[in-house]
């Protein structure tokens, strides 16, 4: 079988203008980045005002683990299949970080015959969006230590500003700096730190505009810290918000691409589920639910991290309603889940892949408390028994669902087309009930309350000394209605990165609050996760290089 690289090298791909002309939009209403990609000009996305959207599906997954689950490659399998099915459907999903890339995780664009492309420029500089989102958030900083630099005239409190810098890539060595060192020409001296740019406020600012001038005023509110009588100050104050607008304007417009069975696909937004919120943009998928029947979307890692948020700040602050949800698991994960070690995964283990569905009940309990029908897509792979896919399947039926074998990696639509048929199903039936977790006149600690002991079944939630306090003044200042954002580790419901399964009765330990005002929503971190990562002992980045034909080797 040909590597994910070689089947996206030997794909057909058609012109970005006929991949286009699918959704109805001319060669005026798009922004050519090449022949296979392009952006969706703004006067096009502003012209779909007031047409009827179309049916929103979410995908996402049981807790990932090194063994693989298989959520983007899930998410354009079923793009693909309900084309094929005669179902006008896009596929909308967020774009790579370098970070990851050159770190660990490799490609996010899908694999095997399930694949969006081209696969290399997605992976890398693709069309300029993380470059633009860096340098309106970087401009920003460089500003607030000017305004201090040439008299601070906005008295602004030196120990209190909050908005560190960032970059695309992981640097452990950048969490912690001193800035202002050298003399009194290059400023006054400080600490603050990088975070990767996924997660920036700046992104998911990005993420949830509707338009320019929502991204404006929304970067307008941006609270970089506080004057020294505890007045919060704003990029508005900073007379920051115009230049960064102006520095995100062509990166706010949708990326349209293809699948590998040319149907199209926007990529679009990249923020981390385990520190952001983890979804595509709002203006992509609104805009691909005005042009398409069926939009399949993804959330970030497991359902616990990426399904909440989509549902919680996404729907919620875009008005959006998912009519279904599609639950990844493969049964090399659950056998992880169930204590077989990554170098056993090849033999069957029918009680391992038992006791690993608790993970896979757990995330089905969560999504059906917010309303939402959903189905079990089973991830094939080839060493998979018929005996732990019985099993799988026996367990989903216990539990009022069912568990379809799905072999998009390896046929494409064709192995994914009872899924789509199921997906169809469900959203042709009218199950949905939508509802979020928690109404926005919740009080904050109480919000972030009812995720952790509702989602993440812990039996106490504890708070490090000042973050209550930090809570309950910005009730006061007037943010008290904002979604909350967990920031913990993706790989457990735990805040233990090894604790795989459906542990219950757990702490979690909320170590920082951070305001977004102008994303808003308030982010709780929780545990020892960290917003700016650091490479492996052995990074990715190794082993990427070029050839001797020029081609990209290593990073998928």
């Not at 919000?447 to 003044?473: D, F, M, S, W």
């Not at 070029?546 to 998928?556: A, C, P, S, V, Y």
Request: proline share 4%.
């Amino acid at each position: 079988m040909p590597s994910d690289i070689q089947i996206a090298r030997a794909a057909r791909k058609q012109p970005i203008g006929n991949i286009a002309a699918k959704l109805g939009l001319g060669d005026d209403d798009i922004l050519r980045y090449g022949p296979d990609k392009a952006k969706i000009a703004h006067h096009a996305v502003a012209g779909l005002a007031g047409r009827q959207h179309g049916r929103l599906v979410l995908v996402t997954a049981i807790n990932p683990t090194p063994a693989g689950e298989g959520k983007t490659t899930t998410t354009v399998g079923l793009g693909d299949a309900l084309n094929r099915i005669g179902k006008r459907t896009t596929v909308c999903i967020r774009e790579a970080s370098l970070g990851p890339n050159f770190g660990m995780k490799g490609g996010a664009a899908g694999g095997g015959h399930a694949q969006i492309v081209p696969m290399e420029e997605m992976n890398l500089h693709f069309t300029g969006d993380f470059h633009a989102i860096t340098a309106a958030h970087n401009l920003l900083a460089a500003m607030i230590d000017n305004h201090i630099y040439w008299g601070n005239t906005l008295d602004i409190d030196t120990r209190r500003i909050t908005w560190r810098r960032v970059m695309d890539m992981n640097d452990r060595a950048l969490r912690d700096i001193v800035v202002g060192l050298g003399g009194a020409s290059n400023g006054f001296s400080r600490q603050t730190g990088f975070d990767i740019t996924v997660a920036s406020e700046v992104m998911a600012i990005l993420c949830l505009a509707r338009d320019l001038d929502d991204l404006h005023a929304r970067l307008g509110r941006i609270v970089i810290g506080y004057a020294r009588d505890r007045r919060p100050i704003t990029a508005r104050d900073l007379k920051a918000d115009g230049a960064m607008t102006v520095l995100l304007r062509d990166a706010l417009q949708p990326n349209l691409v293809q699948t590998l069975e040319n149907n199209p696909a926007m990529v679009h937004g990249g923020p981390f589920a385990n520190i952001a919120h983890g979804c595509n943009s709002v203006i992509a998928t609104d805009t691909a639910l005005r042009l398409s029947d069926y939009v399949v979307t993804e959330a970030g890692f497991g359902a616990d991290l990426g399904a909440e948020k989509f549902l919680d700040i996404k729907c919620r602050l875009a008005g959006f309603t998912p009519a279904a949800v599609v639950l990844v698991a493969t049964i090399r994960a659950l056998k992880m889940n169930g204590g077989t070690a990554k170098q056993d995964l090849g033999t069957e283990d029918v009680a391992a892949v038992t006791r690993g569905c608790a993970n896979l009940g757990r995330h089905i309990e969560n999504l059906r408390g917010f309303g939402l029908p959903l189905v079990v897509a089973v991830n094939h792979f080839a060493g998979d028994t018929p005996a732990e896919i019985a099993a799988l399947q026996d367990y989903c039926i216990r539990h009022g669902t069912e568990a379809i074998v799905c072999r998009h990696w390896a046929k494409g639509a064709a192995g994914a087309e009872e899924l789509a048929h199921r997906v169809v199903e469900l959203v042709e039936g009218g199950e949905a009930d939508f509802h979020t977790l928690y109404p926005d006149a919740m009080p904050l600690w109480q919000k972030i309350e009812t995720i952790c002991t509702r989602i993440y079944r812990a039996a106490h939630v504890e708070a490090l000394p000042g973050v209550r306090a930090q809570l309950n003044l910005w009730e006061e200042e007037g943010y008290g209605h904002l979604p909350i954002c967990i920031a913990k580790t993706q790989y457990s419901f735990s805040t233990d990165p090894d604790l795989r399964g459906a542990p219950e009765g757990h702490v979690i330990p909320v170590r920082e609050v951070r305001l977004n005002a102008g994303a808003g929503f308030i982010v709780a971190v929780c545990g020892q996760i960290m917003t700016m990562p650091g490479l492996p002992r052995h990074p990715a980045a190794e082993t990427i290089g070029l050839n001797d034909l020029g081609q990209i080797e290593g990073l998928f």
